[in-house]
């Protein structure tokens, strides 16, 4: 009897729709989670070429949490690229502002460095509230 390897390829991916809610959740334990199920760490036919990921919708990220104080700690930078166009602003500050970018910040950095990074962020959902527009999908509800 002979053993072969199965190894998976793009069209037999099949992805699920899962939904998370990030009220009163630390930052970074939600973002490991959610780099995990767009990589699709937890599926058993992974492979390192074919991205085998689900998606994934994210609520509440306006209640997202930091540990130890780091609300006025933190900082997230961009730049224009022009000399002097450092840009930075604190956590507290990004909240008001735009609170899915700092969950979208987050799991990008999280992410491998490669030219899968940009489709896995494709499919990523965050909302503000707990009301999303993704409900023909039917997605699963994803406990933390």
């Not at 989670?33 to 390192?48: E, F, M, N, R, T």
């Not at 999280?110 to 707990?130: A, C, I, S, V, W």
Request: charge should be positive.
């Amino acid at each position: 009897m002979k053993y072969k390897t199965t190894w998976t390829k793009k069209e037999n991916v099949k992805r699920e729709w899962y939904i998370i809610d990030a009220k009163d959740q630390i930052v970074g334990r939600v973002a490991t989670k959610i780099a995990s199920l767009l990589i699709g760490k937890d599926k058993p036919q992974i492979v390192p070429n074919v991205d085998c990921g689900d998606y994934v919708i994210v609520l509440n990220t306006d209640k997202l949490k930091l540990t130890r104080g780091k609300e006025f700690k933190k900082m997230y930078y961009s730049h224009s690229g022009f000399p002097g166009g450092l840009k930075e602003i604190v956590f507290d500050d990004q909240m008001k502002k735009d609170s899915s970018r700092i969950i979208i910040s987050a799991v990008k950095n999280m992410l491998p460095k490669n030219k899968q990074r940009d489709l896995r962020m494709g499919r990523l959902f965050t909302y503000k509230g707990g009301e999303h527009e993704n409900q023909a999908q039917q997605p699963k509800e994803y406990k933390l």
